[in-house]
Structures are given as structure tokens and as C-alpha cells.
């Protein structure tokens, strides 16, 4: 009991309440679609990664991991190959490799140091991004995958942010809310096509974008604060 006050010591009341918001959102959702137990985990491990992430806990990467491997089986089905490669073959290390340099990049009172990107950095990034959109789309459409532009956008913006969220800049956020609003409009898509189980990942999409927002602005203020 006493770890479990430690963890929540320096969280505010919004943030706990957010907290258990999220969580009983995805499960009441959950129940009324008459979902898998598969979905719920999968929802939930979801959740709990985003928000405790947005947070600055390290705990939020061990969700993360678990989330990816369930998420990448549940795209296979679709098929949606970019997220699966995304998941399994990025994601997963990416969250790995963050626990420990989040571990090594934290204050003596744990909180972790986040950085803010410079605008030279930002003009790379982009760059990058739209020439990766582009190679990555043509490769999905050789391997015969579904809405492969759109599998292509989120998957190469995906996996910028990853890396950014392994370097501790702030700005990867925003990144993730352009994935967010895109991965939302990629499954209602699923959805439309006669897959209801896309209707609990809509609407988990939905709440990570307002988390992403919520993201960026803390991990601005920590950044901040462990840099004085």
C-alpha cells in the first residue's frame, strides 16, 4: 500500500481522475461492444502506457510492451503489415531500450529529464518523415497490404516519435497526435469495411490524442524543471 501512495505522490487530482477516467472509459466501451477479453487487455495495456507515459513514469514502458505485442496480432487479421512490422520489430525494442535510458537520465527523486527539440532539428525530422511516408507506401503496396498510404503515414510517424520518445523530446507529442487523429481515421475505415471490434480501438485512439495533447504540455513543464 505505502509503494502505491509513493507512486501517486506527486500526481494531481486531475491526473488521477484522468487516470481512472481512461480505464473505466475503455471498459465500459468494452462491455457494450460485447468484446473479447483480448480487447479489454489490449485497451487497457494501451491506456495505462499513454497515460502513465504523459506522466513521465517509467512504468508507462512496460504496458507499452505488452500493448504492441497484442496490438500487432490484432492488426495481422486485417491485414495492416506496417503496424504489425511497427510493433514487433520497432516498438517493442524501442520500449525496452527507454526503460533503461529513462533510468539513467532521471533526478535523484526520479523524475525523468525531457528535452525540447530546436527548430533545425524539427526542419529534419519533417524531412525525413514525408521522404519515409513515401518509400514505406510503395513497399506495402508491393507486399499486397490494405490502405497502404494511410498504413504508411502512421507507421513512419510511429516510428519517428518512438525514437523521440527514446531521446526524451517533448515535441514527439505532437507527433503522436498526428498519428492519433490518422490511426482514428484508419480504423473507422476498418470499421466501415464490417469489423466491429475497430469501434473499442476508435475510441482508444481517441483518448490517446486528447493524452498526447495533455503529454506534450507536462513533459514541457518537466523539462523545465529538471533542466534549472
Given at each position: ?7 501517486f505522490?506527486?500526481?494531481?487530482i ?8 481512461v ?14 477479453p ?31 505485442a ?21 516498438s517493442?525494442?524501442?520500449s ?9 537520465n ?17 526542419a ?5 518523415t514525408?521522404?519515409g511516408?513515401?518509400?514505406y507506401?510503395?513497399l ?15 507507421t ?14 517533448s ?15 484508419m480504423w ?7 469489423d466491429t ?14 493524452n ?7 513533459w ?9
Amino acid at each position: 500500500m505505502n509503494k502505491i501512495k509513493e507512486f501517486f505522490r506527486d500526481w494531481s487530482i486531475f491526473e488521477k481522475v484522468w487516470l481512472v477516467f481512461v480505464c473505466s472509459l475503455m471498459t465500459v466501451i468494452w462491455f457494450i461492444n460485447g468484446d473479447t477479453p483480448f480487447m479489454l487487455v489490449l485497451s487497457l495495456t494501451g491506456s495505462l502506457n499513454l497515460v502513465l507515459g504523459a506522466k513521465g513514469k517509467v512504468a508507462g514502458l512496460y504496458f507499452a510492451i505488452i500493448n504492441s505485442a497484442l496490438y500487432a496480432y490484432q492488426c495481422l487479421g486485417i491485414p495492416l503489415y506496417g503496424e504489425v512490422m511497427y510493433n514487433v520489430l520497432y516498438s517493442i525494442p524501442v520500449s525496452a531500450t527507454a526503460i533503461y535510458l529513462w533510468n539513467r537520465n532521471a533526478t535523484s527523486d526520479g523524475e525523468v529529464r525531457f528535452r525540447t527539440m530546436t527548430p533545425k532539428l524539427m526542419a529534419g525530422v519533417a524531412a525525413a518523415t514525408a521522404a519515409g511516408v513515401w518509400g514505406y507506401s510503395e513497399l506495402l503496396k508491393y507486399m499486397g497490404g490494405s490502405f497502404v498510404f494511410m498504413d504508411s503515414l502512421t507507421t513512419v510517424v510511429s516510428v519517428i516519435a518512438s525514437m523521440l520518445y527514446l531521446l526524451r523530446y517533448s515535441e514527439q507529442w505532437l507527433m503522436w497526435v498526428i498519428v492519433n487523429a490518422l490511426s482514428i481515421i484508419m480504423w473507422i475505415m476498418v470499421f466501415v469495411s464490417g469489423d466491429t471490434t475497430a469501434l473499442l480501438i476508435i475510441v482508444m485512439k481517441t483518448v490517446n490524442l486528447l493524452n498526447s495533447l495533455y503529454g506534450y504540455m507536462n513533459w514541457r513543464k518537466i523539462s523545465q524543471k529538471t533542466a534549472k
